[in-house]
Nanobody, 125 residues
Framework: QVQLVESGGGLVQPGGSLRLSCAASGRTFSSYAMGWFRQAPGKEREFVTA????????SYADSVKGRFTISRDNAKNTVYLQMNSLKPEDTAVYYCAAGWLSSSNRPFANKYEYWGQGTQVTVSS
């Protein structure tokens, strides 16, 4: 069993940066792939990025490539999402997720077993 708690969301101006954290409980954190998804009002939840258990392999949605960076610290049971050059269209609730999945399944929300409660990110002037 893994419990996930996101933090770090808030209000930021366009062009600004935020770093989200997702703290996990459970001794098996390091064996899970981790992903970040987001959901804007009136829209479906969409894939943002994911990282494998070791941190050596990552995947990104085209909309965030070059602006967002995912990383993990298995010693701290934490995964991070560094978000730079934020745009108003990045406004959403951001969720972290954990699961046993192959790299090809990273973009699919239904492949993840555990989810956090989400943290709001608002990009506005």
């Amino acid at each position: 069993q893994v419990q996930l708690v996101e933090s770090g969301g808030g209000l930021v101006q366009p062009g600004g940066s935020l770093r989200l954290s997702c703290a996990a409980s459970g001794r098996t954190f390091s064996s899970y792939a981790m992903g970040w998804f987001r959901q804007a009002p009136g829209k479906e939840r969409e894939f943002v990025t994911a990282i494998n258990w070791s941190g050596e392999s990552t995947s990104y949605a085209d909309s965030v490539k070059g602006r967002f960076t995912i990383s993990r610290d298995n010693a701290k049971n934490t995964v991070y999402l560094q978000m730079n050059s934020l745009k108003p269209e990045d406004t959403a609730v951001y969720y972290c997720a954990a699961g046993w999945l192959s790299s090809s399944n990273r973009p699919f929300a239904n492949k993840y077993e555990y989810w956090g409660q989400g943290t709001q990110v608002t990009v506005s002037s």
